[in-house]
């Protein structure tokens, strides 16, 4: 402040002077020296503002660089020495701290996208117009987005499901079915709401939950049907054993003096105790198939190779029903690592489901296709023009004893779908009733 002073101080002097000297010559007549002067005193007050300017403007940089961010600059008025030295020091001080300030939340910012874009569960977040702030790459992955400007542009992929979001009711978790890729995917999403930069926007979480429930509903049809089967066939062994038991006493004893037509009727009550015993035996044996899937072999083999040995196994079959059967397997070498023989019988069952739908049907056809998808996921695909599955009917096929055939057990692809979860894979079906069914594994 003392330089400040002296400097202001000097320069105000000689402004003084430089008037005092421009007035005299003035009044003496001198007017050519009075000019210059004059001149010379005004340069004198121009470089007096000049300075006073510079350290306006030196602050009000200084200022300018905090509203927006700018803490490249250094605050240079420290060399007028006194306080400015001082203040000099402080400003930039200040500068500094701001910079720490906002390297350390860049940094923060840096950390908590890479976490968004790591963690495994899709994140959305857009405004109250839809239009999408963040969509992280488990979001991209699980929806097959390369980018997603507007929440409603989802319903043009799946039908819906832009919508659905958008209307969420916030801290609900709310369910939600689709087909991606011929595959169907159950989705669960939860959303809340929260203000950001003076706007209120929303976040949804989601997450596929198919593995979970099938592996949930497979789960519990296998300890309830461990259940059934342990207590069921403690009392269906001996009474199957005692009616055959008390059969070979009657025999021994046939010439006693029995009524030979009482004697009749109790051999037969027998026998059809025993008969409905071992009927209901067998029942239980096929609850037991679906409990005891065998661990699967896992093997490397061609995928032409299993469909060209099931085309002879059922091309009898097929040709006596007049069943139009075609494979097509892209590429040609695909391979599959898994168990051989349990796939094969997956795939014979759901050969014979699709015979038993194209009764009736004219110029009936079959087809079996393998791919792999543009997930880079093996796909093997049961496709035919029967009767079609109507649509309260489509979830319940999967379901243990369910069937809509008199003489079906209901258990055969309860079954299928138990080996393929053995494999870590998916069984699914979609069908357009009249037109063409498919089970695609």
Known sequence: MKNFNLRIGTRLFVLTATIFITTYFFLTNHYLYSALFFVLAFLQLFLILKFINHINKEVTNFIKGINYSDFTQNVR?????????????????????FKDTRFEKEENLKYLQTVVEHVGIGLISFNTKGEVELINKAAKKLLKLTHLQNIYSLDKLFSGLGTFVFQMVPEKRSPFKLILDDEEIQLMLHGTEF????????????????SELEEK????????????????????TPISSLASTAGSMLDETSNNKIDQETLEDIKQSLETIKRRSDGLSGFINKFRDIGKIPKPNFQTFSVSELLYRIRLLMEETLESKNISFSISITPDNMELVADQSLLEQVLLNLINNSINALENIANPTLKISGEINERGRAVIKVSDNGAGISGEVLDKVFVPFFTTRKEGSGIGLSISQSIIRAHGGNIWVQSKPGEETTFTI
């Not at 008025?77 to 701290?97: Q, R, V, Y």
């Not at 203000?195 to 198919?210: A, G, V």
């Not at 497979?218 to 309830?224: D, H, N, R, S, T």
């Open 77 to 97: 008025i420290g060399k007028l020495g006194g306080t400015f030295t001082e203040l000099s020091f402080e400003m930039n001080k200040l500068i500094a701290k």
């Open 195 to 210: 203000r950001m930069k003076e706007q209120q926007l929303k976040l949804i979480s989601i997450y596929n939950i198919q």
């Open 217 to 236: 509903e497979i789960e519990a049809w296998q300890k309830l049907i461990r259940v059934l089967t342990h207590e069921i066939m403690n009392s269906i």
